[in-house]
């Protein structure tokens, strides 16, 4: 880090003479979350969101709160719990008031978990790597950040940065727009607004072919072992971008990838051309890192097809 001191995101793009292959190139890595992965077991608290409920601490990562409102200062009055030294005592009353209703304190895996069911797809790449307007901002913002570190791994890969971006309808908000208001970027969505999208979907994968991969990638010979499977995170880089194919032919993005006990079942959020966004259709995912650019912190493994059916509405 003390070698990246003073550099910017835009000499580091310069130097390394695309921003697509230079984030290609980072060691596979995911965003730490700053509290216990688990506080019983991660199938434990997945299982007490639906059952029972589950507490999440979001003051380690979500820190600040923005309260408004005609009553604001009586709400505080009336529930405020008095300096942050306090924390750990209001934590433990709840925790023990809660006990005899099921109540389960979530740890960090689970927490990145929720959103095989939520389906939402957090931290698209930023789209701010190729466009000249912002070549300032790039030579302002500090390589040593998310927007430099941020690895792009998985089974698609190309040398256009812009191929990563997604756009409002890819994640889900395009019913969101609208165009009776001013608004920064406005311009840019009525132009997107009439083209063909890809819509959100959860790829929900085959049970055999999930199974043949774990035992591939124990059991197999080396040359020949997949990619592995961890769980309940089974994306293995911040930003996963695995080939969605059907008939041989790219039809969208697979992003994060994972399984929890509530729908049983190993998943992936994908992106996928409104057309073939059909409920229960055949899809197949290529699973592994592309060939032609390697992790140093990833084993070696072959790439694999795994069957996967399309469901437009959240797994249960």
């Known amino acids: 880090m003390e070698t990246l001191a003073g550099v910017s995101l835009q000499q580091a793009i ?16 995911h965003y730490e979350m700053p509290f216990e992965p688990e506080y019983s077991t ?20 979500m820190t600040d709160l ?5 009553d604001v200062k009586r709400l505080f009055s009336d529930l405020g719990v008095g300096p942050a030294e306090g924390g750990r005592a209001v934590l433990d009353a709840l925790l023990d008031a809660g006990e005899r209703f099921g109540l389960r304190q979530g740890g960090s895996i689970s927490y990145v978990s929720t ?13 701010i790597y190729g ?7 790039r ?12 690895s792009i791994g998985g089974s698609f890969a190309s040398d256009n940065i812009e191929d990563y971006y997604a756009t409002p ?27 063909p999208h890809r819509r959100k979907v959860w790829l929900r994968w085959n049970e055999a072919d999930a199974a043949r991969v774990f035992a591939d990638n124990l059991y197999r010979e080396a040359s ?38 509530n729908i049983d079942c190993l998943c992936a959020l994908a992106m996928i051309d409104e057309p073939e966004a059909v409920d229960g259709a055949e899809v197949t995912l290529l699973w592994g890192q592309d060939p032609e650019m390697p992790k140093p912190n990833l084993e070696p493994h072959v790439q694999t097809e795994i069957r996967a059916t399309i469901s437009t509405t959240p797994l249960t």
Do not use: C
């Open 14 to 29: 310069d130097q390394a003479g695309n921003p697509a292959r230079m984030l290609r190139s980072l060691p596979a890595m």
């Open 42 to 61: 991660w199938r434990d608290e997945q299982r007490a969101w639906k059952e029972t409920t589950v507490l999440f601490d979001q003051s380690h990562h």
């Open 66 to 70: 923005y309260v408004k409102g005609p």
């Open 115 to 127: 959103i095989y069911e939520s389906g939402w797809i957090p931290s698209p790449i930023p789209a």
């Open 131 to 137: 466009d000249d307007r912002l070549a300032a901002y």
């Open 139 to 150: 030579s302002w913002l500090p390589v040593a950040g998310l927007e430099g570190f941020a």
């Open 169 to 195: 309808w890819d994640l889900g908000y395009g019913r969101n727009i609208r165009f009776d208001h001013d608004f920064i970027g406005r311009e840019a969505l009525e132009r997107r607004a009439s083209q």
């Open 224 to 261: 020949a072992r997949p990619m592995r499977l961890d769980l309940p995170i089974t994306s293995f880089t911040h930003f996963q971008f695995d080939q969605v194919r059907k008939h041989g032919r790219m039809v969208g993005l697979a992003t994060f990838s994972g399984y929890t006990v």
